[in-house]
C-alpha cells in the first residue's frame, strides 16, 4: 500500500534534484540566455525512460525531454557510469538545433552497478551555427539552420572526448560561450547524479524505484480524473500562422479533441501539410503542447511527469507542419508553432464548459495570449573585445484575459516560461544599446476583462550587424472569447536616421551603425463583452 505522505515527500525529493540542477547550470553558463533568460529544463526520469520530474523551467521541453532520453537509449543500450550523451537532432528526439540536450545515466552499487535513472537537461545555445548568427534562420531545410547533433557519447566514463568537442565548436560563431555553457550542462548533470545516489543510498533502491512508479501513476490517475470531469464529445478549433517566412499564405492549424470517459484523442490531421520555411513543428514539440495543456487544466499541484500522458493519445499525421519530416527546416516550429498549437487546443477545450455553468464550475481557459515569442537573434563582429558575437532572446506580451480576471502584460506566455534580458546584461555582453523598454499601453484587447498589453524593446546597435526575425501574429491577431475582442497584432520596425520601415515578421536583415530595431509585441485578447462607458439615461429618470 502507498503512504500518501511518503509519496508527497518523494515528489519533492524529485524535484528537487531537478531543481538543483537548474540552479547550477544558471550558475555555471557563459551566455545570458542561459544565465540570465533561464532559457533551459533538468528533469529526472526512471531506468525506463519515463519523465518522474521537470523543474518549473520551459513547457515546451515537457513532453519532448523523454523522446530525447529515448533516442540516447536506442542509440547506446550500453551505458557506463560517467556516460554522457549530446544530442540535438529535432528528429530523434531534441526539437530545433539551438537546444543541446544532455543525457545521464545514473548507476547505483560497486561490481555491477544497477541503472536507476536519467538525468537530462537541455539548454538553447545562442549559436549553434547555420547561415545566420543565433542559428534561427528562415531557412528551407535543416541543413541551413545549424550544426546536427545526433546523440553522441561527449563523455565516455567520465572523461570528456575533446575531439567531439573540438568538432562541435568548430562549427559555431561563438565557441567560448558555447564551451562554457557545455560545461555548465555537464556539470549540472553531474550534480543531479550525485543527488539521486544520495537518495537511492538513504532510502534504498527499490523504494525509490518503487515511488517513481507510483507518483507516475499519481498523476495518471489525476489526468483521469479531469478528463472525466469534462463533458464526453468532440470540439474542433482551427487558428493560423501568419505564414511561413517563404510564402505570404497563412497555416493552417486544426485539432479535434474527443473527450471519452477518462481518454481523451487529439487529432491534428486537418492541419497544413509540412511547409518550405521554418515554421516546421517535429512530433517532440507537438506532444509538449499537448501535455502543457492538459496539464494546466489539471489545476493541482501534481508532479510535471510523463503520467498525465498516459490517457491521452496524439495523432500528429508525418509530414504535416505539427510532425515534419526530415530535411525540413524547425527552428521556427519550437518556438512560434507550438504557441498556435496551445492556442487551438484551448480554443477547443473551452467549448466544452458552457458559460451558464458558472464560474465555480469554469475551468478558467483565458482568451488567446500574445501567440508568439518575437525571436530576436543579432549577430555581428564586436569590435572592442575583437570578437564575433551572437545574441538571442525571446520578448514578452501580453496574456489573453479569462473569467474574472484582466490578463496580465508583459509576460512571457505558454510554452516559453523565460525571463527578459535585462538591459544591463544585454549592454555588458554586447554591443547594443536598450534606448527603449516599456509597457506597449492599449494593445491588450478589450472586454469585461481586458487582455494584458505587449512590449515595446528598442535595441540600436553600435556596429554593423545581421538581424533576424521570427514572430507570430503580425497579421492575425490573438482571439477574444465571449465577445471579447482581439489583442493588437505585433510591430517590427526598422528605423535608420529617423525614418521607420516597416519590417516583416520573419525574415534576415543588414543592421548598419546606428540603426535602432524597434519590436512592438501583441496583446492578448479580451475575455467578455466590453462594458459600455456611456451611462444609462433609463436608470437615471
Known sequence: ??????????????????????????????????????????????????????????????????????????????????????????????????????????????????????????????DIGGMTPGSMSVGQEIFQEGLIIPPVRLMKGGVIDQELLDLILANVRTPQERAGDLWAQIASNQRGEERLVELVGRYGVEEVSQYMDELLAYTERMTRALLRRMPDGEYTFTDYLDDNGISDQ?????????????????????????????????????LSAVYYVFRCLIGLDVPNNSGCLAPIQVIAPAGSVVNALPPSPVAGGNVETSQRIVDVLLGALVQAYPEEGGVENYPHVPAASQGTMNNLTIGGYDFERKTPFAYYETIGGGMGARPGSDGPSAIHSHMTNTLNTPVEALEYAYPLRVVRYAVRDGSGGDGRYRGGDGIC????????????????????PPYGLSGGKPGQTGVNLLIREGKETPLPGKGTFELRKGDILSIRTPGGGGYGEPQSSEPNLASMS
Not at 523551467?57 to 550500453?78: C, E, K, N, R, Y
Not at 538581424?467 to 501574429?473: G, K, N
Open 1 to 126: 500500500m502507498t503512504d500518501a505522505i511518503r509519496l508527497e515527500i518523494y515528489k519533492y525529493l524529485f524535484a528537487a534534484v531537478a531543481e538543483e540542477m537548474g540552479v547550477v547550470l544558471r550558475k555555471a553558463s557563459y551566455s545570458p540566455n542561459i544565465k540570465e533568460r533561464r532559457d533551459f529544463s533538468c528533469a529526472l526520469f526512471d531506468a525506463a525512460g519515463s519523465m518522474i520530474a521537470q523543474a518549473a523551467h520551459i513547457p515546451v521541453h515537457l513532453g519532448s525531454m523523454p523522446l530525447s532520453v529515448a533516442a540516447a537509449v536506442q542509440a547506446f543500450g550500453d551505458f557506463r557510469p560517467g556516460d554522457m550523451i549530446a544530442l540535438n537532432d529535432p528528429f530523434r528526439g531534441g526539437t530545433h538545433l539551438p537546444d543541446i540536450t544532455l543525457v545521464s545515466p545514473v548507476f547505483w552499487g560497486d561490481g555491477q552497478p544497477r541503472l536507476v535513472g536519467f538525468v537530462a537537461n537541455r539548454a538553447h545555445h545562442a
Open 250 to 286: 497563412p497555416v493552417r492549424i486544426s485539432v479535434r479533441v474527443t473527450l471519452e470517459g477518462d481518454q481523451a484523442v487529439v487529432d491534428f490531421s486537418q492541419s497544413a501539410p509540412q511547409q518550405k520555411g521554418s515554421v516546421n513543428a517535429v512530433y517532440a514539440v507537438t
Open 457 to 476: 524593446r528598442d535595441i540600436l546597435t553600435l556596429v554593423d550587424a545581421q538581424v533576424t526575425l521570427l514572430s507570430e501574429r503580425r497579421r492575425l
